[in-house]
């Protein structure tokens, strides 16, 4: 069964650089067909998507945060990172990794919160 797990800083600080592993283990990040996502939720609000890196080391990105986002993997830990610029306070999220087959996301790392805040 595949796990995936969130690593990072819990605090950054505005205009910097907000920086984020997930590592995954029990299956492959190069496994055919299986997209890798990074999916935020700032307080009171919902989920949001912001962009993924797919099997063959594609990636791509939601049209509000494209300017500010880069997706990466390393496959020889198997794991992909998220980096966002110019961390704002509106940044300020748990941040979640998943893993999405046609479309549907079929497992979550258990989520990891991010404060952006001097």
């Known amino acids: 069964q595949v796990q995936l797990q969130e690593s990072g800083p819990g605090l950054v600080k505005p205009s910097q650089t907000l920086s984020l592993t997930c590592t995954v283990s029990g299956g492959s990040i190069t496994g055919n067909f299986f997209h890798w996502s990074w999916i935020r939720q700032a307080p009171g609000k919902g989920l949001e998507w912001m962009g993924g890196i797919n099997y063959s080391g594609g990636s791509y990105y939601s049209p509000s945060l494209k300017r500010r986002t880069s997706i990466s993997r390393d496959t020889s830990r198997n794991q992909f990172t998220l980096e966002l610029s110019s961390a704002t306070p509106e940044d300020t999220a748990v941040y979640y990794c998943?893993?999405?087959?046609?479309?549907?996301?079929?497992?979550w790392g258990q989520g990891t919160h991010v404060t952006v805040s001097s």
């Open positions: 998943a893993r999405e087959l046609a479309g549907q996301s079929d497992s």
